[in-house]
């Protein structure tokens, strides 16, 4: 079983940025983190990155013909909030799929309390810090061992 974990604009300045809101580690350090839970629990993980809405939508559409994987985990920034192409990019694609968000964003600004893309995943988790990625890949796994 593979899951392509998928961050989009911003999220390569972890570490770097809002450090009380995001925390101190890298994105990098982050991907390792997840790689090695998901080893541990029979997954395996590939990364992408882009602060580019439309690469984030080639990269949805490319989860079974370019990353070979059986579900996303999508933690899609800003980009949550206002992007309808990522949504129908999420919509074309039939595998599991989990938004994810660092930070509790229901705890934050009245804008980030809206996510155009939930509707085309099979759940949301926001909170939890790197935790949040670890979780969707568990979901992620017991919706494809259904």
């Known amino acids: 079983m593979k899951i392509l974990i998928i961050n989009g604009p911003n999220l390569n300045m972890l570490g770097a940025r809002e450090k009380e809101i995001y925390g101190e580690q890298t994105l990098e350090s982050i991907n390792t983190e997840i790689a090695t839970f998901a080893k541990a629990n029979g997954i395996e993980t590939v990364f992408y990155q882009s602060n580019i809405e439309g690469e984030i939508c080639g990269a949805v559409q490319g989860v079974k013909s370019v990353y070979g994987a059986d579900g996303i985990v999508l933690n ?71």
């Open 76 to 146: 899609a920034g800003a980009y949550t909030h206002y992007s309808h192409a990522i949504g129908d990019a999420l919509a074309c694609v039939k595998v599991p799929k989990v938004e994810v968000h660092i930070s509790n964003v229901h705890a934050r600004e009245e804008f980030r309390h809206l996510s155009v893309l939930a509707d085309n995943c099979n759940g949301v988790i926001c909170g939890f810090g790197a935790d949040s990625y670890k979780l969707a890949c568990l979901a992620i796994k017991s919706i494809l061992e259904k």
